[in-house]
DNA sequence: ACTCATGTTGACCAAACGGTCAACTTAAGT
DNA sequence: ACTTAAGTTGACCGTTTGGTCAACATGAGT
């Protein structure tokens, strides 16, 4: 256990750690922390309880563990542009992969809804922080935006709530929307269908021209 | 106990009803069907558990009348419009309604929106039959007013989604949005704000304008 | 004043909860 | 083959859970 350390640690932690965290992720956005049992997660895990255990501390240690994972993924994979780059490309490209967030994986925009929806205990301080960091950003550059003429003037924070809402309702209303669509599950060309008509109304909305519709 | 029966059939009934049905409201509203006891439920009511035993005879009992209520009263409120009617009026109309009820009753969307993330176990039936019906009609009605060419033609079942999701954001997700906007609750110039950027990005976006705007 | 229906509640129960632990099996380095 | 670290797990503990019940208090009709 010298050479190998930087190999592979331990494969079968590992293993079982992320059997864990993604068996947790599932069981904690049906039913939020206090509705989620250690039980639950272990069955979904198809380990014995104590086994869950030996690997997270406490029911605590778990739920941050799956939350902070959420949270790292999600800061990973969007959210990044400049006042150089175009209004348009930026909210097209941002409420696609967005959609397409909340479609693949809705589990986890359930599990951050249910945080939220019970006050968000454990991670009001990320929100009052980093996340709030990242929106005076990112409205300041749609600020810059409105200022240049390049999109109609409308409150920033607002115009992406407005973007959070209607791509996440798909991961938190899945159930609602997929019953009320009468299908079973979400297909590609419901991502299109999606994205299609989010992007077109907010854009239009603010101004812009979706690039299917320019020229 | 014969001429009194329909003035007040039992005036401490109701009262004591009521009481427990509002502070089940708040519970549930914060941490699901099963993060819930029925112990935090009396203590919110302020009575002792067996009392609450007494007017409900279960905890999903309780769990019902409360969902029932929501919806109740969601369906007197709003959302009644016809083919005949002006699309600008009915859209803003209705998304006033939605945010107002969103700002000032959280509870309520924080409540069916917990369930639906669930996989709406107790409400799947009522969705599939009654909101999906009442979904038809409407949409239909979105599309006769595409077909005359009143509005930019959109799929209607997702323009209804997006006007529940903007509107329903502010009180699923109120912890973050005032965590966000750095408040301590909603204020009334918020109401307007809100209802002001959602009215006017959605009606835009689907080539109607707002009243304020016209002329 | 008496009566009976209505309402109240502490004490209690079995089940499920989060969490612990010692005994055990398996994997890996030498 | 031996040793030690890593991983597994049934049994168990104290607490909380939803729910019951018998004893009690209070209301209203006569």
Redesign the pocket.
């Known amino acids: 256990?010298?050479?190998?350390?930087n190999n592979?640690?331990?494969?079968?932690?590992?293993?079982?750690y992320l059997n864990i965290l993604n068996a947790a992720e599932e069981v904690f956005a049906q039913n939020g922390f206090?509705g989620?049992?250690?039980?639950?997660?272990a069955e979904k895990a198809g380990?014995?309880?104590?086994?869950?255990?030996?690997?997270?501390?406490?029911?605590?240690?778990?739920y941050m563990e799956v939350l902070q994972r959420i949270l790292v993924e999600w800061n990973q994979g969007l959210g990044e542009f400049t006042e150089q780059d175009d209004p348009s490309e930026v909210l097209e490209h941002y409420i696609a992969s967005k959609v397409l967030q909340a479609c693949q994986k809705p589990h986890q925009s359930k599990l951050f809804a249910s945080e939220v929806i019970s006050g968000a205990p454990a991670i009001a301080d990320y929100i009052r922080t980093e996340m709030r960091q990242w929106l005076r950003e990112k409205s300041a550059i749609f600020q810059i935006w409105m200022d240049k003429g390049l999109m109609k003037p409308v409150d920033p924070s607002h115009l992406m709530f407005m973007i959070w809402s209607t791509t996440q309702h798909y991961a938190d209303y899945q159930t609602q929307v997929l019953l009320l669509l009468n299908q079973q599950e979400y297909e590609t060309s419901d991502y299109e269908t999606i994205t299609r008509i989010v992007t077109e109304v907010i854009l239009t909305g603010v101004g812009l021209t979706p690039s299917w519709k320019k020229q």
Chains 1, 2 share one sequence.
């Not at 592979?8 to 079982?16: A, C, F, G, T, V």
């Open positions: 256990m010298k050479a190998s350390e592979r640690k331990s494969h079968i932690r590992e293993k079982n206090k989620s049992s250690m039980n639950a997660i380990l014995p309880k104590a086994n869950i255990h030996y690997y997270f501390s406490n029911k605590m240690a778990l």
